[in-house]
């Protein structure tokens, strides 16, 4: 009795328009519902209801937007097909630990078209022969039955999942700040080309270098050569002087 006070007093505290998520396990129903719990939650996505009592989903409230609907532990044993009518967005249904027998019973899922995941574990209905093939074939929209799919593989975890698309979208925005992978690739092939230009300037400065050296030795030869032709003009030039002085030197020893 507690228990049904407190859940109702915290309904009622809160703006129900804004809950997207709500777990009343353990608390306990009356006449097939939770009091505080009505159509003015519109945008529920997930709720969990294990372990009420509850008996039927008559007076399930309206949730259109509902995904993921928890009704483990509890004593259903039929009327299912108003889930189609009240949840029709379900994705997710738990009725593992109710009171379902038979194929009938489930066959009022059809109409869910987006489920792709049911528990029945832990209902006698798993006692039956062939009951995975069966239901699968039944519900033909379901990918998973009791945590596996037709292969036995097992169903992602529902935190993974989130984990997935939140990293999803970090790698979408690195890729945003990035900026598009082309920009960088021209940025490189400029610096390449930077790079290649300064190595051919490099080569021309050791070739300008090395013939500048070559040109200061062929001065330097040129020179050298100059001063011998000087020198040998200046021999060349005293030599003549000689020999005008010697006719003038014999001519002054005739008059003496």
Request: with cysteine; aromatic share 4%; charged share 45%.
């Amino acid at each position: 009795m507690e228990m049904k006070k407190r859940i109702t007093l915290e309904l009622r505290n809160r703006a129900p328009e804004k809950v997207t998520e709500l777990v009343l396990d353990n608390c306990r129903s009356s006449n097939g519902e939770i009091e505080g719990l009505n159509e003015s939650f519109k945008e529920l996505e997930f709720l969990s209801m294990a372990n009420v009592e509850l008996t039927s989903l008559a007076r399930l409230p309206t949730l259109s937007k509902l995904r993921k609907l928890e009704l483990s532990d509890n004593i259903i044993s039929g009327g299912l097909e108003v889930l189609a009518e009240k949840c029709p967005n379900l994705t997710y249904l738990n009725l593992s630990g109710n009171k379902i027998k038979d194929l009938s019973t489930v066959e009022a899922l059809q109409n869910l078209k987006n489920l792709k995941s049911l528990d029945l574990f832990n209902c006698e209905i798993t006692n039956l022969e062939d009951y995975r093939e069966s239901v699968f074939e039944l519900l033909h929209q379901i990918t998973y039955l009791d945590g596996f799919d037709q292969e036995d593989n097992e169903a992602p975890d529902s935190e993974e999942e989130e984990d997935e698309e939140g990293d999803e979208e970090e790698d979408d925005d690195d890729e945003d700040e990035a900026g598009p992978p082309g920009e960088y690739e021209e940025d490189d092939d400029e610096d390449d080309g930077g790079s290649d230009l300064g190595e051919g300037e490099e080569e021309e400065e050791e070739v300008g270098l090395s013939y500048l050296m070559k040109e200061e030795i062929q001065d330097e030869e040129d020179d050298d050569d100059y001063v011998e032709e000087k020198g040998d003009e200046e021999e060349e030039g005293v030599r003549g002087e000689k020999r005008k002085r010697d006719p003038e030197d014999e001519g002054e020893e005739e008059d003496d």
